[in-house]
């Protein structure tokens, strides 16, 4: 299984972005994926998470009511819409599928918040 995070970039405080995760090696659909990031200095925290069948969604509190996550099965892809992005916001993005039995992470993508 790889995962390919892309969609980071710098923007100023106020704005959008969309990471998406690329999944790539066997079954999408027996995945749940999450989102977690990591500020400079910081351990790697939750984000957001969907499930496997798209019915059920997670977020931390910090980015409630800014973020969505969400997946596209026929691409294998899941996104994080990003919006009224905060400086605190600012660090790399890291995607993790799950299943029940094995896991994996994929390489981060950085998002920078900053005027």
């Known amino acids: 299984v790889q995962l390919q995070a892309s969609g980071g970039g710098l923007v100023q405080p106020g704005d959008a972005l969309t990471p998406s995760c690329a999944f790539s090696g066997r079954s999408f659909t027996i995945y749940s994926v999450g989102w977690f990031r990591q500020a400079p200095g910081k351990e790697r925290e939750f984000a957001a998470a969907i499930s496997a069948s798209g019915n059920s969604l997670y977020y931390a509190d910090s980015v409630k009511g800014r973020f969505t996550i969400s997946r596209d099965n026929a691409k294998n892809t899941v996104y994080l819409q990003m919006n009224n992005l905060k400086p605190e916001d600012t660090g790399v993005y890291y995607c993790?599928?799950?299943?029940?039995?094995?896991?994996?992470w994929g390489q981060g993508t950085q998002v920078t918040v900053s005027s």
């Open positions: 993790k599928s799950r299943s029940t039995r094995d896991e994996y």
